[in-house]
């Protein structure tokens, strides 16, 4: 029973880490379209040097604003919003460059599309390092960054079929970016908030509610001499463990890993 309960849990998490990872398939996107879409845009828009380095380099500028944004976006609203922002600033910007008529504007739109990728080069790992067990929270991080290398294989294979479709073959090279948007918003609507960024803004109840409690039941009638934690004892203990140079383990969707402390010697579910 205990192994379906763990393989049923280690399969969600897994679920949820590639649905957050879809942020590194966009950054892949993003970074390697351009390759196969600037031979066009050098006559679509009459590019000298300075403007089609300065066209390629607007999404890195984006991505510096993107980093700056999430930090204390998602520290203050949550880690889902977060993402929930950037999957939707990805769809936009996708669009307005599919569809856009000049420089200007085309510009404007890459660096939006930087902005999306600064933030979830950001909060894709640093969600799925939240949500995942320490055991296995290096295996699933490691997800983000094969998102974004299937990202720019898949991106150059399309950029590849499409290089011979007409002038107009840039449009669907960056219009095509509108699909896994639309994946990835839908896919963070279903995605729990981060338990501990929960547990940092004082919403213990609501962190609790996303743990499968089943599984803290099982741990704890396995291991009788664990003390199951409720949510506020878990808030005194993390601050008490802090003060005394201590440390302790976030939750996970999946249940509580267990930590020992430096202010309790006792196993505790943290």
């Not at 999430?70 to 609203?77: E, H, I, L, Q, S």
């Not at 729990?192 to 940092?200: N, T």
Request: net charge positive; aromatic share 14%; hydrophobic share 50%.
């Amino acid at each position: 029973m205990m192994s379906r309960q763990s393989t049923g849990n280690q399969t969600y998490i897994i679920a949820i880490s590639f649905i957050s990872a879809l942020g590194g398939y966009l950054f892949g996107f993003d970074f390697a379209v351009i390759s196969g879409a600037l031979p066009f845009l050098r006559t679509e828009f009459v590019l000298d040097v300075w403007k089609e380095g300065f066209l390629t380099g607007s999404l890195g500028l984006g991505c510096i604003a993107g980093c700056l944004f999430a930090g204390g976006f998602t520290d203050r609203y949550g880690r889902k919003p977060g993402l929930l922002i950037a999957a939707f600033i990805f769809a936009v910007s996708s669009a307005g460059m599919a569809f856009s008529n000049g420089f200007n504007f085309f510009i404007t739109m890459r660096f939006a599309a930087g902005i999306g990728v600064g933030m979830a080069s950001m909060l894709s790992p640093m969600y799925i390092a939240e949500v995942s067990p320490a055991h296995v929270r290096g295996r699933n991080v490691a997800i983000n960054q094969l998102t974004i290398v299937i990202g720019i294989l898949v991106t150059n294979l399309v950029n590849y079929n499409l290089a011979d479709k007409g002038v107009d073959a840039w449009r669907w090279m960056f219009g095509l970016g509108i699909i896994p948007s639309f994946l990835f918003f839908l896919g963070v609507l279903w995605l729990p908030e981060s338990p501990r960024w929960l547990i940092k803004a004082g919403k213990i109840a609501k962190a609790e509610t996303i743990q499968l409690l089943n599984l803290l039941f099982l741990l704890h009638h396995y291991f009788p001499g664990i003390h199951l934690l409720t949510g506020f004892q878990l808030k005194d203990v993390e601050a008490m463990t802090e003060a005394r140079g201590g440390y302790i383990q976030g939750i996970s969707p999946f249940g509580y890993a267990i930590r020992k402390t430096a202010a309790h010697p006792a196993m505790h579910i943290v």
